[in-house]
């Protein structure tokens, strides 16, 4: 069983921990999707990897005020930048959001949820987490967004070879 991550308000603790480009990247409050874009020079795309029915974790109901258990239409894609997977990311949708409005998140196919939520939506709070693996620092970020005025919870883990293309080019979100 994987152990519930530790997530810490953005505002606080990271900010001092956080180093550029990183910090940059991780703390960016607009458009993911349009700021890959740009470091990718258009050359972006989104890999589906699931999407479907399913079960959120517990910690993933409890950001959203589920019932546990009740299932949800969970989303994970890549987002890949010049050839290379640059964030991985995970959306929670629970099934009263995907009514009236937010219908069309069911059927986003290989569009960016961004691309909705950035013309319509808003964004919470949002909550970081490190992570070792394999000696290298993860960063992922949790933001829990209202589309329709109904909630929907977004992670997002950055990857080292997005902040090498980011330090490589001198881009910042």
């Not at 480009?21 to 699931?50: C, M």
């Not at 010049?82 to 569009?111: C, D, E, M, N, Y």
């Not at 970020?141 to 997002?156: I, N």
């Amino acid at each position: 069983m994987t152990p519930t991550p530790h997530w810490l308000p953005a505002r606080r603790y990271w900010q001092a921990h956080l180093i550029s480009p990183e910090k940059d990247w991780v703390l960016s409050r607009g458009s993911l999707t349009a700021y890959l874009i740009n470091l990718s020079q258009h050359h972006f795309k989104v890999q589906v990897l699931h999407q479907g029915w399913q079960r959120p974790t517990l910690d993933e109901c409890l950001t959203l005020r589920m019932p546990p258990g009740q299932r949800a239409w969970i989303r994970e894609v890549a987002l890949v930048g010049q050839g290379q997977v640059w964030v991985r990311a995970r959306s929670i949708i629970p099934v009263h959001t995907l009514s009236g409005k937010g219908r069309r998140l069911r059927f986003l196919g290989s569009r960016s949820l961004g691309s909705l939520l950035f013309n319509g939506g808003k964004r919470g709070d949002m909550l970081i987490h490190r992570q070792l693996d394999q000696g290298q620092v993860r960063w992922t970020r949790r933001s829990c967004f209202y589309y329709g005025g109904q909630p929907l919870l977004v992670q997002e883990q950055f990857l080292p070879a997005l902040f090498a293309a980011a330090s490589q080019q001198q881009v910042k979100p």
